[in-house]
């Protein structure tokens, strides 16, 4: 615990590791110019844990995101816990409009800042995973897929909702139309 209240966590190794050396550490450090470096620990205060850019999550989440299987789950939750679902549906990568319809238009880009904050994320991960830089490129490419992806999935999840209330609407609709046929 330092004297401001803050207290420093080591970043969590998601997968059982050999114990990674030094010389692993450094490489990852200079493995790519399009890399940021590693961190291996956080700040944490007051039950979040600051990941940078001034962005602050639960520390319950975090050590719980930690655990998660996979780089595309990894991102995908992060994703979530730093915009919301509700942000993340009205919102796009890269703000372009999708070439799936013919007159759509773009939604508002995610931040900048906070894409490179779920890249040094899931590079500080992969990084205690591997220390081939070719690997730790390759998985990082993935990051705005993962998030278009799970953009996709909220709003499709909402679409089906809301088509899974219309069809009760109905139903309720038609009961209520029968009993009052039923009962003239």
């Known amino acids: 615990m330092h004297d401001n209240g803050t207290q420093t966590i080591k970043a969590e190794?998601?997968?059982p590791v050999v114990e990674p050396q030094e010389v692993c550490k450094e490489e990852a450090n200079t493995s790519s110019s399009h890399s940021p470096s590693p961190r291996t620990v956080y700040t944490?205060?007051?039950?979040?844990?600051?990941?940078?850019?001034?962005?602050?999550?639960?520390?319950?989440?975090?050590?719980q995101l930690q655990r998660t299987q996979g780089d595309s789950k990894f991102t995908k939750n992060l994703?979530?816990?730093?915009?919301g679902t509700e942000t993340l549906k009205n919102r796009s990568v890269t703000g372009v409009a999708t070439k799936k319809k013919k007159d759509a238009l773009p939604k508002p880009p995610l931040s900048p800042s906070k894409?490179?904050?779920?890249?040094?994320?899931?590079?500080?991960?992969?990084?205690?995973?591997?220390?081939?830089s070719t690997e730790i490129t390759q998985r990082l490419s993935k990051v705005n897929k993962y998030i278009c992806e799970k953009i996709m999935d909220i709003n499709k999840s909402i679409k089906n909702e809301e088509r899974r209330e219309s069809k009760l609407l109905i139903r309720q609709t038609v009961k209520n139309e029968n009993f009052t046929y039923d009962g003239m």
């Open 13 to 15: 190794v998601v997968e």
């Open 44 to 63: 944490c205060n007051d039950g979040k844990v600051h990941l940078g850019g001034g962005i602050w999550v639960q520390e319950d989440k975090w050590h």
């Open 79 to 83: 994703a979530v816990m730093i915009w």
């Open 115 to 132: 894409l490179k904050i779920v890249r040094e994320c899931l590079y500080d991960r992969v990084s205690q995973e591997t220390a081939d």
